[in-house]
């Protein structure tokens, strides 16, 4: 029989890169508490992420060791989950056009079309 630990993380595992997860979604693998009693335990040990609150997300393994699953893919699986629309904002969708040459250090992510003003 498998722990609760041990079921969420073959649930995680099955997921796409970029994939999260919440408490709310794996209620079907045992009691609220216990489910974020091991999503805590998970995130401690580093076999899971937090990418928010409530929000987690499978790191990636590499040769060099673990990294967190790229900004893109959490975003888009976010934006997927709740219908929202995201694109990419500032100087990284300048550099994405090829208006620009520059990488940006930081990525901005926001609603399309104009800003308010």
Known sequence: MQTTSQAIKAYAEALPEGATLSARELLHLGERAAVDQALSRLVRRGELMRVKRGLFALPVKTRFGNRAPSVE?????????TGERVSQSGASAANLLGIS??????????PPGRAAI
Not at 73 to 81: L, N, T
Not at 101 to 110: A, D, E, H, L, Y
């Open 73 to 81: 893919a959490v975003v888009e699986h976010i934006a997927k989950s």
């Open 101 to 110: 040459t520059q990488n940006p250090s930081r990525q901005v992510f926001g």
